[in-house]
């Protein structure tokens, strides 16, 4: 019990710093103690290590601040996916921006990954095969918006804490924005960048 205890301080002790290192790119990376006590740490999963996502990328105040070179390189893909699914470019910019800061590596801590923050489920459901690849994120992603919006009769809010917290949640609550603190500062930040 000891050795494990002193294995796990190791453990917890080399993340630190790795996170604090890794936080600047907001990579995320695998570590773990191999069986003579070495901290291994690794850009790929392997056997044994654990998943860290340095930076969430989910609550406001962590997000990081996206100069205007990031949301440009976007911005012409934006504008064509939007139009292709029949959203407003403004609208599908502001939810990237909430959802990844315009990091198409980004991951959360749940699994959610790339522009969209798109979840394996809701990326086979748009015909995403590479979550990592910006193009079919954001077209996942923007189809999604798209169905939701139509699904709650065009209410932006709604829409959004779909996109959230899943449209199941949304419909538990009786078709309003669920409770959760999360989600309903999700919605009012969207709405803030979108109206910007």
């Not at 801590?109 to 809701?122: F, S």
């Amino acid at each position: 019990m000891c050795h494990r205890m002193m294995q796990a301080g190791r453990l917890a002790a080399g993340v630190a710093l790795v996170v604090s290192a890794a936080s600047v790119q907001a990579a995320s990376f695998y570590a773990g103690v191999s069986a003579d006590g070495r901290l291994v740490v690794a850009e790929q999963p392997m056997q044994g290590l654990h998943a860290f996502h340095p930076d969430p990328l989910r609550e406001e105040e962590r997000r990081p601040q996206v100069g205007r070179g990031d949301a440009s390189r976007w911005h012409a893909l934006l504008r064509q996916v939007a139009e292709e699914v029949g959203i407003e470019a403004a609208l599908l910019q502001a939810v990237v921006q909430q959802e990844s800061g315009f990091n198409p590596r980004a991951v959360s801590p749940a699994g959610a990954a790339g522009l969209m923050q798109l979840m394996p489920a809701t990326a086979r459901r748009f015909g995403v095969r590479d979550r990592f690849d910006p193009a079919q994120n954001l077209r996942g992603g923007a189809r999604y918006l798209a169905w939701l919006l139509h699904h709650f009769d065009q209410d932006l809010d709604l829409a959004l804490a779909g996109y959230n917290a899943g449209e199941g949640s949304v419909r538990r609550y009786g078709n309003r924005v669920p409770p959760f603190a999360e989600t309903q500062a999700y919605v009012s930040a969207v709405r803030r960048r979108y109206a910007r």
